[in-house]
């Protein structure tokens, strides 16, 4: 429940071991306002069986119903979360209550569950953490899946059970004395065990934050890290899952449709967190992102926008499930968006009612609003096994997505966020060569009752509408002949400058090329007939995404390899040493410290450290110690005194965030690059 809270890298030149070759494949179209870039050897995610998810409630007296079922049964969706948000830590499935809360006729569990089947969609389950018990939730599961053999998997234990007061702001029950992250850790294990004991096939959940989003990095009264450190250091053994919200805000819809470029870096903190604390098997745990939404336009075209290219993402990056909030919700603050009138609603389909006075009122029950058809085009587009593939733009006001079939096609999803102007693209494929047939192209618009479908433009060439989805499906040229199975994901070691990646056989006569995602057009890197190759010159403290293929004698190249992501470091010696804290974290800021040892047999009379923020969404507000500069993402800090040799000095400084807090990896000083401890 909603509580108050590339452009391209550029190609850097590689001297490798192996033969670099050109790019191959390559399908290039005439210019245009923008280029699109779909590149079949860049491999992702693979899209899963309950990818496309949304949320229902028990307030909501259409739950289940079979105007609703149908309705997102033609949606494609494929999951359906119950009893609903904040609801779940008040209700009690046995007797159908939520005191203090309100519950509609006819929304029970097994309403819930004939309702889900009609649709085709798993359950997702939210035991009660706040008011219930372990052996509560161990009885549901002993129902759905023992006495009514529903066969649910996927439990998660509580809500947002992070905004019991904790942290200061209080909105999720609980009834729990300790309000802490290790209580919540030490009742997850309390319930997974006797859940377990139950169907030792279920999937447990547990609820984490959001890196970036509030409370991220806070540490609490009595805490020894922050919510997910505490969780998925105690409770990390016994979980399947993590479960996260994201509702990133924006005062603006124009700024609402920048936040999908923070997802890249918000599941790579998340993924970072769960190997470094959930344990020696924390590569089983996998990610669920349950509640989205927006706050401008939630029934209008940005809704539809935000939802395509959120979902997109998170697929992409490996989240095995998305899903929007909510439903049904009811009538919120009017407005115009876009010459839409906007309901202020976060429901998918219209609740039918009026505000207080009767003079607005919504559409009639169940009309769907922009996010349903958005969700539509999504379930054409992501299906069950298709494979996320590299894509890239270089326009920020057009985000592109693609995927590649087990057939051989390719869909590429493209949203243009201007609400004015139409663009042009230009589409270029690397990897894969279109059919010469005209391709099949459907549309949402901005205020359309449905969405469109027809041949349209050429596989190299198509004019996006303002504000709007375009799906664009393309057959390949010619047959697709079999060829090596994908190598298995590889692993790296890396240094400062240099990486070697490895994988194991993927057969005999084999040669393996291997390629580093670079947005819609990766670089090869090069090709060996061994299974490693070293990569040299690389930058220090850059994150690198790398997939292998391999190719036959006959010149048939596998699928990629899954990916494999790797951070080089710094130098191990250096003549200075850098180390850099964030001490106290109030969840959109925090204080940072930087000390900074010279290793330099002679003094520093006049020196400059300098580091540049991962991304355009951190600032320094001010700093001590030294004088502060900063130009874009570049800070310069000044020193007022010298550095003597095997000196330490600490500076320190204020430093703001609105998105994923990613800690700058590389320090110079006077142009030398230090060794980060």
């Known amino acids: 429940m909603h509580i108050p809270s590339l452009s391209r890298a550029l190609a850097g030149a590689l001297l490798l071991t192996g033969v670099v070759l050109a790019p191959s494949g390559v399908q290039a179209a005439a210019p245009a306002t923008t280029r699109v870039d779909v590149d079949v050897r860049a491999g992702l995610a693979t899209v899963g069986d309950v990818a496309l998810g949304v949320n229902h409630a028990i307030w909501d007296k259409e739950l289940g119903t079979t105007a609703v079922s149908d309705l997102l049964k033609d949606a494609g969706v494929q999951m359906l979360r119950y009893p609903g948000g904040s609801y779940a830590d008040i209700y009690h499935w046995r007797d159908h209550t939520a005191p203090g809360g309100y519950v509609a006729p006819n929304t029970d569990f097994d309403t819930f569950m004939a309702g889900a089947q009609r649709t085709g969609a798993e359950p997702m389950i939210i035991a009660n953490y706040g008011t219930g018990t372990a052996q509560e939730a161990a009885d549901w599961v002993e129902y759905a899946n023992v006495t009514k053999d529903y066969d649910v998997t996927y439990w998660t234990i509580g809500n947002e059970n992070y905004g019991n007061g904790h942290y200061g702001a209080n909105w999720e029950a609980d009834e729990h004395a300790d309000k802490s992250p290790k209580e919540y850790a030490s009742t997850v294990l309390a319930y997974a065990q006797a859940m377990k004991a139950v169907d030792p096939d279920i999937k447990i959940g547990a609820v984490l934050t959001m890196p970036g989003n509030w409370p991220d990095a806070i540490v609490g009264p009595g805490d020894t890290g922050s919510w997910n450190q505490e969780v998925l250091t105690r409770a990390g053994s016994v979980i399947d899952f993590v479960d996260v919200h994201w509702y990133p805000g924006g005062s603006t819809a124009a700024e609402t449709l920048t936040k999908p470029a923070q997802i890249q870096d918000a599941v790579h903190l998340l993924q970072q967190q769960i190997h470094r604390y959930a344990g020696p098997s924390a590569d089983r745990i996998r990610i669920s992102m349950t509640e989205t939404n927006v706050d401008i336009g939630r029934n209008t075209q940005p809704g539809a926008l935000f939802l395509a290219d959120v979902y997109s993402g998170l697929l992409a990056q490996g989240v095995f499930t998305v899903h929007w909030w909510n439903v049904h919700n009811g009538l919120g603050t009017i407005s115009e968006v876009a010459g839409e009138t906007d309901y202020g609603d976060f429901g998918l389909l219209s609740s039918g009612n009026c505000n207080a006075d009767n003079t607005v009122c919504q559409p009639p029950l169940n009309t769907p609003f922009a996010p349903y058809h958005a969700l539509s085009l999504l379930g054409d587009f992501a299906r069950p096994g298709d494979r996320f593939i590299g894509a890239g733009t270089d326009n920020a006001q ?234 874009g993402r570049t800070v310069r800090v000044t020193g007022e005194n010298s550095l003597a040799a095997g000196g330490t000095t600490a500076v320190g400084f204020v430093g703001n965030y609105s998105g994923p807090n990613v800690p700058p990896a590389v320090f110079t000083l006077n142009g030398t690059v230090c060794t980060s401890i």
């Open 398 to 631: 057009v985000s592109a997505h693609a995927v590649r079939r087990a057939n051989g096609d390719v869909a590429v999803l493209m949203i243009n966020k201007d609400p004015e102007a139409e663009q042009t693209v230009a589409l270029n494929y690397h990897g894969f060569t279109a059919a010469g047939s005209t391709p099949t192209v459907a549309t949402y618009t901005n205020g359309a009752d449905e969405i469109t479908t027809g041949p349209a433009g050429t596989a190299a060439a198509q004019t996006l509408p303002p504000y709007s989805i375009s799906l664009l499906t393309l057959k390949p040229a010619g047959p697709i002949a079999a060829g090596p199975k994908a190598p298995a994901r590889p692993t790296a070691t890396a240094t400062d400058r240099t990486a070697t990646i490895t994988w194991p056989a993927a057969g005999s006569g084999i040669k393996y090329e291997v390629y580093r995602q670079n947005g819609g057009a990766s670089e090869l890197l090069g090709e060996t007939t061994g299974t490693s190759l070293t990569a040299r010159n690389l930058e220090p403290g850059r994150r690198y995404t790398v997939n292998v293929l391999a190719r036959d004698g006959a010149g048939r190249v596998s699928p990629a390899s899954p990916p494999l992501t790797f951070t080089t470091g710094t130098p191990a010696e250096s003549a200075c040493t850098v180390k850099f804290r964030n001490t106290t974290d109030w969840g959109n800021g925090y204080v940072g410290a930087i000390d900074i040892t010279n290793n330099a047999a002679s003094a520093l009379g006049n020196w400059t450290l300098t580091f540049t923020w991962p991304t355009t969404w951190q600032t320094v507000s001010n700093g001590w110690n030294a004088t502060w500069n900063s130009s």
